[in-house]
């Protein structure tokens, strides 16, 4: 595979905010005596974050109408809903940090509490509006809008509502009414996700020299050539599953990586499931069915440890 394409892949595979290039931070100017907002400040503890907390319905959706309840994962919020005759996705999260070639000025013009600025990115920007709500620390919280229309004459449309999602986050933050999530006891959630992967049985698969780097949201974590992320999906009827590690998983290869999946009901909610996914890449040439053993042990390590 080209580099070019396995960097993409692998970003998309193991968070934004881990592909990132560590930088100095941006940092808004501010009105003399008045403190600018970091993230930690506006946000509170980044882990419980309840990013639909975030996402004001009558302010995005407009004249749209929600298709189904909001997706509250761990990471991110996703709302879909359709206007006229489109359907458009609205994810706000994850949050991030580090320089990004992609993200450039925007002259956003609502307002914006003390020392936040907003960013626009240019990655995938003819099928994607992707805002960045940046804190005074650089910090950067995600909004991208997508939808089943992919024209770009549809662009206007979905940065439209990129704003508009923006300016809920905003207000919601400004009026101090950022949520928290709500876990159960048992929920995979409340797991520090480079726990697992710092046991020597993952040595050889991940590289006996790495260390487990958390990603600043804290529900996901890369060791080497090992992702592991903790997120919460849609109740879908599986394909087909293997036992490993004291569960029932998916065994699944895209591009390089080769992914083992597992679930957990959530308690009250049909039609939620908590993922855990472990995703390992493979080496240039290295065989599919090679990449996917190795991922296999780290599943038989790492899911044991999962309440």
């Known amino acids: 595979m080209p580099p070019k394409r396995l960097s993409a892949v692998f970003c998309g595979l193991f968070l934004a905010a881990a592909c990132s290039t560590p930088g100095p931070a941006v940092t808004p100017s501010t009105t003399a005596g008045e403190e600018a907002l970091t993230a930690s ?12 907390s975030l996402v004001d319905q009558r302010k995005v959706l407009g004249g749209g109408n929600a298709v189904k309840p909001p997706l509250t994962s761990f990471e ?19 949050i991030t940090s580090g320089q990004d070639p992609n993200n450039q000025p925007y002259e956003y013009d609502g307002p914006l509490p003390e020392g936040v600025s907003v960013q626009q990115s240019t990655f995938n920007e003819a099928t994607a509006c992707t805002r960045l709500l940046t804190f005074a620390d650089g910090i950067r ?39 928290r ?45 090992v992702s592991f992320s903790l997120s919460v999906g849609a109740d879908t009827t599986p394909g087909a599953t293997e ?57 038989v390590a790492v899911f044991p440890k999962l309440p």
């Open 41 to 52: 400040a506006a946000l509170g503890e980044y882990s419980s974050l309840d990013y639909c």
């Open 76 to 94: 991110f919020c996703r709302l879909e809903f359709v206007e006229g005759a489109n359907r458009y996705t609205v994810t706000t999260g994850p």
């Open 141 to 179: 919280l995600s909004i991208a809008v997508t939808s089943d229309d992919t024209a770009p004459a549809d662009q206007t449309a979905r940065c439209r509502i990129a704003d508009a999602t923006v300016g809920s986050a905003a207000g919601v933050i400004s009026a101090g009414q950022v949520g």
């Open 181 to 225: 999530l709500n876990l159960d006891q048992r929920s995979w959630g409340r797991v520090a996700p480079c726990a697992p992967l710092d046991q020597h049985e993952l040595d050889a698969a991940a590289g006996a020299e790495t260390k487990p780097a958390p990603a600043l949201s804290g529900h996901s974590c890369i060791r080497g050539k």
């Open 243 to 299: 036992a490993l590690g004291g569960r029932q998983v998916q065994v699944t290869t895209s591009g390089a990586f080769c992914q083992v999946t597992t679930h957990r009901p959530i308690p009250g909610t049909p039609d939620r499931v908590e993922q855990a996914t472990l995703s390992v890449v493979g080496v240039d040439g290295a065989p599919e069915n090679a990449t996917c053993a190795a991922a296999r042990e780290v599943a």
